[in-house]
């Protein structure tokens, strides 16, 4: 069955800069779209970045310029954060998934568990 690991998640002051990985396995093909999201009590879940096969990536409004998105051989995703916000706090999930399309607002089937991201004033 398809995982996903997560691990990075931490509190960090404003200003700073926080790395999540999330480890996959299980899998014969290589995900076709793997993206991050993240959910602050109270809200929506929100995609905040997607890279498709390819490499091509899309980011949420709030994360654009301060976020990067990417993956290596071995499959392992990476969101690398910097410049970060109190409002970026929250509980931040990667995600997969073998569709054609690779949007924020693409349905994803795997999901790893979570990892928290606290960012202090």
């Known amino acids: 069955q398809v995982q996903l690991v997560q691990s990075g998640g931490g509190s960090v002051q404003a200003g700073g800069s926080l790395t999540l990985s999330c480890a996959t396995s299980?899998?014969?093909?290589?995900?076709?779209?793997m993206a991050w999201f993240r959910q602050a009590p109270g809200k929506e879940r929100e995609g905040v970045a997607v890279?498709?096969?390819?490499?091509?990536t899309k980011y949420a409004d709030s994360a654009k310029g301060r976020f990067t998105i990417s993956k290596d051989n071995a499959n392992t995703l990476y969101l690398h954060m910097s410049s970060l916000k109190p409002e970026d706090s929250a509980m931040y999930y990667c995600?997969?998934?073998?569709?054609?399309?690779?949007?924020?607002?693409?349905?994803?089937?795997?999901w790893g568990q979570g990892t928290q991201v606290t960012v202090s004033s």
């Open positions: 995600a997969a998934h073998w569709l054609v399309r690779c949007e924020l607002t693409s349905q994803f089937r795997h």
């Open positions: 890279i498709e096969d390819g490499a091509k």
């Open positions: 299980g899998y014969t093909n290589s995900p076709y779209c």
